[in-house]
């Protein structure tokens, strides 16, 4: 989907994380809600249970994060506020992100 110009779209970043250090990766869960405030980001998912549907998709640990834009999602994830938080997590896990716009 596209913007239509001048217009915003909503975007979120889809992750699914296999952790490796239970305790860093805590650590790092603790960090992350400042750092999405000053680009608009909040949690819409964060972990808990799921049922695949469909396909053999097996996710470990599914992350939904909401911005009003991909251009806060893309500054976010680039962000000097998120370097130290994000580092922290390839430490304490790998993970496979998407970043989507939102239906017009």
């Given amino acids: 989907a596209r913007s239509c110009e001048g217009e915003q779209m909503t975007a ?9 250090d239970q305790d860093a990766y805590r650590e790092y869960s603790a960090l992350v809600p400042d750092t999405l405030r000053p680009y608009g980001g909040r949690f819409l998912v964060r972990g808990g249970a799921f049922e695949t549907l469909e396909g053999d998709w097996r996710p470990r640990r599914v992350v939904v994060l909401e911005f009003p834009s ?21 430490r304490a896990s790998t993970g496979k992100l998407v970043l989507v716009e939102g239906a017009a």
């Fill in 70 to 90: 991909a251009q806060h999602a893309r500054r976010w994830y680039g962000s000097q506020e998120y370097a130290a938080p994000l580092a922290m997590r390839h």
């Fill in 12 to 20: 979120y970043v889809i992750a699914d994380i296999d952790i490796h």
